[in-house]
């Protein structure tokens, strides 16, 4: 119970409540509880040269010293965040928010924060080969994990997700020259050999208690609780969590809920292998043959079952034109090339 209460807190906005970052303005107390209560939690604790970074809270906005105009776009792109749904229909076609893969309000370490790409975009992306704005980074999500369209560029709520990434990286430097401490879903080390039947037993032991037997999730009042892990309602074969070792480095840090790093690195992966071996939604990148599509991202596809004869049933997964409750294929930014080989001045 204290694990889980920690866990919580550190998550959302009751152990730290200011704005800064662990080499600009926060105390040295503060930081150093940040580290413990995470080491406490079972994450490693930062080496020496890594950025240690505390995001502000939707309290600190409201003490912040910046147009009022500025916080009511904030607010938005929380409100947006943490309820990505109510864009169902338009921009989302599953049971997914943004905050269903980025824990704590997009703030939690090691669940794949939001703010690093506040302060590390532009750049390149090798899932698109070329430089990604920020923007462009956050419809990347809606086009994969929303299996949706993403809002247009420019847009208020495009901008208004956009200001509220940038709010959670205040005080962090553009291109900081250190690590980012807690980026990302690290994962383990992969084992030898995973097991379907042994992912099968744990996800049933330990995750369908809320994500349901099917992997179909929970939704109450027509709002996602526990979002779905495959099925049409999930993110498509194009979303990052579709590759195994993303799966596996958000299970071992994140679940069960409350209990990161509770699993072993075996049962993380084994967890992650039976769930990449269910089917979902097309990937919006399908050529009309999956395994021409595998092969096209195959620096993608390569950490997927995509393309792959599934080692449930033996079907090859991927081998369909299904949409899930999308009713067309590609988003406006899915296959946009951009290049500035011509440009010479």
């Excluded at 730290?16 to 994450?43: C, P, R, V, W």
């Excluded at 049933?204 to 037997?213: M, R």
């Excluded at 074969?237 to 809920?257: D, E, Q, S």
Aim: hydrophobic share 30%; with cysteine; net charge negative.
């Amino acid at each position: 119970m204290i694990r889980t209460l920690v866990y919580t807190a550190l998550s959302g906005t009751v152990l730290f409540s200011a704005t800064a970052a662990a080499n600009s303005y926060k105390t040295g107390a503060e930081i150093q509880q940040y580290i413990d209560t995470l080491t406490e939690m079972g994450f490693p604790a930062p080496e020496e040269d890594q950025l240690v970074h505390i995001p502000p809270t939707m309290e600190d906005l409201e003490e912040a010293d910046i147009h009022p105009k500025l916080k009511q776009t904030i607010r938005r792109g929380y409100d947006l965040f943490t309820n990505t749904q109510q864009l169902r229909g338009e921009n989302v076609f599953n049971n997914m928010n943004c905050s269903s893969c980025h824990l704590g309000e997009g703030r939690m370490p090691f669940s794949a924060p939001i703010w690093p790409a506040a302060v590390t975009l532009p750049d390149f992306r090798g899932k698109n080969g070329h430089v990604n704005s920020l923007e462009e980074r956050i419809a990347g999500c809606f086009a994969y994990s929303m299996n949706g369209e993403p809002p247009a560029y420019g847009s208020d709520d495009m901008l208004a997700l956009s200001a509220y990434h940038q709010w959670l990286a205040s005080g962090v430097e553009m291109y900081p020259k250190q690590d980012i401490y807690g980026r990302g879903f690290p994962a383990p080390d992969r084992p030898e050999q995973l097991s379907y039947s042994n992912g099968e037993k744990l996800y049933q032991q330990k995750c369908a208690v809320c994500h349901s037997e099917d992997g179909s999730g929970l939704r109450v009042d027509n709002q996602t609780v526990y979002p779905a892990l495959w099925g049409d309602m999930s993110n498509n074969w194009g979303a990052g969590m579709v590759r195994i070792f993303t799966a596996a480095g958000f299970i071992k840090n994140n679940m069960p809920l409350g209990q990161p790093n509770s699993l072993s690195d075996q049962e993380a992966w084994d967890i992650a292998y039976y769930m990449d071996n269910q089917e979902r939604p097309q990937d919006p990148r399908y050529t009309g043959d999956v395994e021409e599509t595998a092969e096209m991202f195959n620096n993608f596809h390569q950490h997927s079952m995509y393309g792959k004869d599934s080692a449930g049933d033996g079907g090859l997964l991927g081998d369909h034109e299904n949409t899930g409750d999308k009713p067309f294929l590609k988003p406006f930014n899915v296959g946009v090339p951009r290049n500035f080989e011509g440009n010479t001045d």
